[in-house]
């Protein structure tokens, strides 16, 4: 065997990573590490999006304690092995009746039901950003899009998750600060005036994030037309269905609406199950793609597609979680415990958006804060300026993102007073 003689000309002086690109930290995450950080006996977590009890604990929701113990009493030798690349089959079903209604109202014939199944592809996920990142890559690689449109403002990560898979990202101004509500004119005339065929639009199905405003059913019905008429994919992103209003179906009223439409249109739902059954690190989702019936079935392709995608990233999503939604959704009587779990939060947040904007009203804390209580979901867009922001954090150690974001379930009866009162003051002495 000859020796191995060092070429000097190859010697590594420095790592191989001491050029890496500054990447910023996600706020989200850094606001609540500050939050934990800080020994103030009155701090106020408002930045992370997670449901909170009254006394500011998690909640495990209790039909998912039922479904966890039925879990373990059955005591399946097979509980822990692999699901099959698309994920466990009978949850991809249960979970794509929930997003599109499938079987309910008038087009329960089983024909109808099969046919309308037949159009959707699904594929078990890492939760709802999994999705979000699995749809990115399918539709980059395959449909090449020009470009994907993204709210102005949005849930940060959707600019991460088209960034990693290399589409170029433009915005539409989704919010009107003035109006503290969706910018239904400003959104119809950015797209018709400048989005392309086969470009992506980013559509938050409910309860959007950051801004808690959501599009009227007039509004969305003016949206499918827009995107038909210029051949525009939407992609939505559904992380809320049944904790924005407390009922799952109103919550999936815009995705039916755009599944039923004539045209029969393709699209996207990346769909989540982190805040509507409080399993946010099981990592429990689904993606639904949408297709157009026609003579040629695509969706075989389509699956083995997706499938080569998740067996090169991920192998598989895990099962724990899923399994836990899967035998609530099965089950008629633990369905019903859900739909009053996500009564219990829907409404605790309800009652807080009112509390806050009573406080501020009994304040005359200068401003309309119709919005607190006109927004809908976890969080609010409560209209502090980023000086305001970090002046709230100094003086009152309370925590919400700089846009003004603030996760309405981190109030409670014992803070809201506290934190109406360090609104009000830095209303009044900061701009
Ligand atoms: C708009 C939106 N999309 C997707 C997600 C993804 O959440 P997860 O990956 O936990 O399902 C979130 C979570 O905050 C969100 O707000």
Redesign the pocket.
Known sequence: MGSISEDPNLRQESSLFSSLPPTPLDE?FSVNGAYIQDKHPQKVNLGI?VYRTENGEPWPLRVVEDAEKELYDAKNVARHEYLAIQGDREFLRLAADLVFGFGKGKSSATGVVEEQRNRVVSVQT???????RLGAELLARNIRPGCVWIPDP??A??HTIWELAGVKRKTYPYYDSISQSFNFEGTIRVLSESAQKNDIVIL?AC????TGADPSKEQWEALVKLCNAKGLIPFF????QGFASGDADKDAWAIRHFFNDVHKMEFCV??????NFGL?GQ???ALHVVTRPSAHDVTQDLLANLCHLIRGEYSMAPRGGAEIVRTVLANEGLRDRWFEDLTTMSQRIRRMRHALYDELMKLKTPGDWKHVVNQIG??TYIGLSERQVFAIREKYHIYMLKSGRISMSGLNERNVEYVAIAIDDVVRTIN
């Open positions: 989200p999006g890492v939760s709802g950003t999994g999705a979000n949005t849930w990560n959707h938050h309860a959007h994030n950051p992103d559904l992380a809320y990346a769909q989540s199950f982190s805040k946010y990592r429990v989702g976890m969080f």
